[in-house]
């Protein structure tokens, strides 16, 4: 007797068990995985992912974070697909489409194992024996070039145009696999993007984007201020600079003639004259504030030569204080705790028909912005996140940096190497190990079907490259045929490959061992509190 039978279980919940739950579970990752399988490889297909909401936002896009992050799940298996799949964006921020359909692909082969009658804790000894292996075949396969720079450069330049190659930029790989090394090799091993900011202007074509050295801010200099400074001292504020709020929530004045309203307005004034003086008390001649800067503190910023940047919003200041060496402050007692951010120079610029305010020579030597070019918000959009993808393997790499090769040849590698571990391995377990193999010898697969290529063709012509020592071969998605991915540059991140086989594997563990669900009774409105 199950637990809804016995009562146990609270009316209207509702539970699997055994072979059920199991095959909902696989069947709902499943679904999840063949979403966006066509999204896999440099051929892949776009997505429309259109909200219910006001305004009906379109995002189009073939990044399978985004996609799978944008979907509403009910299926608790399909959950934990997006789950390893924002993993994989936090981690090293490529790889998302690989990880999810990689699961998937797993999961197919264990619901036949499942079918024959393997029981699930068998099928995932052989599982974890065959991730071993294929991550032993891959470290084995990588190669390391951090010691010499200029291979290490070929070798970034490589990852960034396979990493390009399968989204919106792949036309412009070059120019922009070159804009992404130029910016991570600024920050010098370190993996924090923050120095690298992303600005999207609309207009001109995406090969007008460019990489300015220093900081830009997307806001205008004040009226009547200098709009050159040299050697500036600047003072990143998070103040307001408003007089004429009372800041008492639903307060009111109440006064009998008009004399007494200029009396309040005089003292308003007089206490923002006292912020001002202790404003000006630091030796600045640059004051950058969060919040908005009303006429009066403007004037009087005119007058001293000071010139005011205003609302300079949260992330962008958060971001400057960074690059300029400064600290964000709000009270002004004591301008010897202070400490000012510094640049060579701020100056403004014009992009599209934009001005900007730039600054140059930044304390912090890392610090870059990318200006994206392009004709819609849509294209901007996808360019930030094909780029940020770029950006993020590059600064792993830069890290850990070995390297492997792309182009399905990574996979049959390890594809070999778990075959030869399931010929000598006895017992059922063997089974599960040849499925992992299939399970890794269907990603090149996926990839030559969204090419439009004949795949099994393709793949069995791979498969006899590597029985021949072709240890390099991959498949070449222009000329639709096998090739050698050393001399074709189709390089990969080996931190990306370890960590998709890794997660794929424990995720798709994890969905196996389920042998029930148990779903909870929704939440009935209460009665009686109507109108």
Request: charge should be negative.
């Amino acid at each position: 007797m199950d637990a809804h039978q016995s009562g146990a279980l609270k009316e209207g919940a509702s539970e699997d068990k055994g072979l059920n739950a199991k095959l909902s579970s696989i069947i709902g990752a499943q679904a999840i995985s063949d979403l966006v399988k066509t999204t896999l490889g440099p051929k892949g297909m776009d997505k429309i992912l259109q909200s219910t909401g006001r305004g009906m936002e379109l995002t189009i896009t073939n990044d399978g974070a985004t996609i799978l992050k944008a979907l509403p799940l009910d299926n608790a298996a399909a959950k934990i697909l997006v789950d390893i799949a924002r993993t994989q964006d936090d981690e090293v921020g490529d790889g998302t489409t690989s990880v999810v359909v990689l699961c998937g692909q797993l999961l197919c082969e264990a619901e036949q194992l499942l079918m024959q009658k393997i029981h699930p804790q068998t099928i995932i000894q052989g599982w974890r024996m065959a991730t071993d292996v294929a991550r032993t075949a891959l470290l084995e396969a990588a190669v390391d070039h951090g010691t010499d720079p200029v291979k290490f450069r070929e070798d970034l330049m490589n990852i960034a145009r396979t990493t390009l190659s399968s989204k919106i930029l792949s036309h412009d790989k070059d120019f922009f696999a070159n804009l992404a090394v130029d910016a991570v090799l600024r920050l010098k091993g370190s993996t924090n993007l923050e120095s690298i900011q992303l600005i999207k202007k609309q207009g001109g074509t995406l090969k007008d984007s460019f990489l300015e050295e220093g900081f830009i801010l997307d806001k205008k200099f004040g009226v009547g201020q200098p709009k050159r400074l040299e050697n500036p001292k600047i003072l990143i504020a998070n103040t307001s600079m408003d007089a004429d709020k009372i800041k008492i929530y639903g307060a009111k004045v109440k006064v009998d003639s008009l004399a007494k309203v200029a009396d309040i307005e005089a003292a308003e004034k007089a206490k923002m004259k006292a912020k001002m003086d202790k404003i000006i008390k630091h030796n600045i001649n640059c004051f950058i504030d969060r919040q908005l800067i009303y006429n009066y503190p403007e004037q009087i910023f005119a007058e001293h030569g000071i010139t005011a940047i205003e609302h300079a919003d949260f992330d962008g200041i958060e971001r400057l204080a960074l690059a300029l060496g400064g600290e964000i402050t709000s009270t002004f007692e004591h301008p010897e705790l202070v400490k000012l951010g510094s640049c060579k120079l701020i100056d403004e610029i014009m992009i599209g028909e934009d001005q900007l305010i730039r600054f140059s020579g930044v304390a912090s030597g890392e610090a870059c912005t990318v200006v994206l070019r392009g004709a819609s918000s849509h294209i901007l959009d996808e360019a930030e996140r094909s780029l940020h993808d770029a950006l993020c393997v590059l600064s792993q790499t830069v890290k850990e940096t070995r390297t492997v090769l792309g182009g399905g040849c990574s996979e049959t590698l390890m594809a070999r190497a778990v075959d030869e571990l399931a010929a000598t391995t006895p017992g059922k377990r063997s089974l599960a190990i040849e499925a992992y193999a299939r399970a890794l010898r269907n990603m090149p697969k996926i990839i030559a079907d969204n090419a439009g290529y004949e795949s099994s063709e393709l793949v069995s012509q791979l498969r006899a490259a590597h029985a021949q020592g072709k240890n390099n071969a991959g498949l070449d998605m222009i000329t639709g045929e096998v090739g050698d991915m050393k001399e074709l540059g189709i390089t990969e991140s080996w931190k990306v490959k370890n960590q998709v086989v890794t997660s794929a594997s424990e995720a798709a563990e994890m969905i196996l061992r389920v042998d029930e669900v148990i779903k909870c009774a929704p939440r009935e409105r209460e009665q009686g509190h109507g109108h």
